[in-house]
C-alpha cells in the first residue's frame, strides 16, 4: 500500500457522459500527479498539481480537467467520453524536493 | 519533448538467470530515472531510480546503471524468481529535486516472464 488512495476503483458509463476521479495524495505529499495507462498508449503523464497550482502539462485533452484542493485531494474530470478514453488512470504523489512518485492503486474507466 | 525507448518488449527467462532491460532517452535535461514494477491490474511500484551524478545502484538482487554520455540505463535482476514475473516501466525526469516539473516520461514497458 502506497498510502495513495483512489475512488471509485471502477466506473463503467456511457459515450457522451461526464465523470471525476478523485485521489487523496499520501500524508505530507504536496504534488499529485495524473498518468493515463491504455494499452496502445502505454503510461501518459496528463497533469501536475502542486500545494493547489497546476505545475506542468502532459498530453491532456481538452475535454479532461484537474484540480486540487485546499486539503490537497484532486480531482480528474472527464467529459463528452468516447470509447477511446477507456483506460486505468493512475494518480501518483510526491514530497516537496524529492522526485520518487508513489501511485495510487488507479480508477478502471470504461466508456460503452 | 523527452522520449523513452525500451528493450526488449517481453524477456522470457529461467528461474536463477539474470534479466537485463535497456532504456535510452533523448532530453540530456533529464537526470532522475526510476524503474516501475506493475502486476497485472496493479498500480505501478517503485522498485529502484538513480540520479545523474551516480553511474549504478544496486539494491539486492537489482542494479540499475547508467551512462549520460551515451543516454541509456539499465536495469539488472539477478537469480530470478517466478514472483519477479510482471511488466517493468522505465522512466525519466528532468529534476532529481524542486517543486516542479516532476513529470515522469515512460518507456513503453517490458514483460519479464521468469519460467520456474
Known amino acids: 500500500d502506497s498510502g495513495v488512495t483512489q475512488t471509485p476503483k471502477h466506473l463503467i458509463t456511457a459515450t457522451g457522459q461526464r465523470v471525476t476521479l478523485r485521489c487523496s495524495p499520501r500524508?505530507?505529499?504536496?504534488?499529485v500527479y495524473w498518468y493515463q495507462q491504455s494499452l496502445d498508449q502505454g503510461l501518459q503523464f496528463l497533469i501536475q498539481?502542486?500545494?493547489?497550482?497546476?505545475?506542468a502539462k502532459g498530453n491532456i485533452l481538452e475535454r479532461f480537467s484537474a484540480q486540487q484542493f485546499p486539503d490537497l485531494h484532486s480531482e480528474l474530470n472527464l467529459s463528452s467520453l468516447e470509447l477511446g478514453d477507456s483506460a486505468l488512470y493512475f494518480c501518483?504523489?510526491?514530497?516537496?524536493?524529492?522526485?520518487?512518485?508513489?501511485f495510487g492503486p488507479g480508477t478502471r474507466l470504461t466508456v460503452l | 519533448g523527452e522520449n523513452v525507448e525500451q528493450h526488449p518488449s517481453t524477456l522470457s527467462v529461467q528461474e536463477g538467470d539474470s534479466a537485463v532491460i535497456k532504456c535510452t532517452y533523448s532530453?540530456?535535461?533529464?537526470?532522475?530515472f526510476p524503474w516501475y514494477k506493475q502486476e497485472l491490474g496493479k498500480r505501478p511500484q517503485l522498485i529502484i531510480d538513480?540520479?545523474?551524478?551516480?553511474g549504478e545502484k544496486k539494491d539486492q538482487r537489482i542494479a540499475v546503471t547508467l551512462n549520460k554520455t551515451a543516454k541509456h540505463f539499465s536495469l539488472h535482476i539477478t537469480e530470478t524468481q517466478p514472483e519477479d514475473s510482471a511488466v517493468y516501466f522505465c522512466?525519466?525526469?528532468?529534476?532529481?529535486?524542486?517543486?516542479?516539473?516532476?513529470?515522469?516520461?515512460f518507456g513503453q514497458g517490458t514483460i519479464l516472464t521468469v519460467h520456474p
Open positions: 501518483a504523489s510526491s514530497v516537496v524536493g524529492v522526485n520518487e512518485q508513489f
Open positions: 532530453d540530456s535535461a533529464s537526470n532522475y
Open positions: 522512466a525519466a525526469s528532468p529534476n532529481a529535486g524542486g517543486t516542479s516539473y516532476g513529470k515522469l516520461t
Open positions: 500524508s505530507g505529499d504536496l504534488s
Open positions: 498539481y502542486y500545494n493547489g497550482e497546476e505545475r
Open positions: 538513480i540520479r545523474s551524478n551516480v
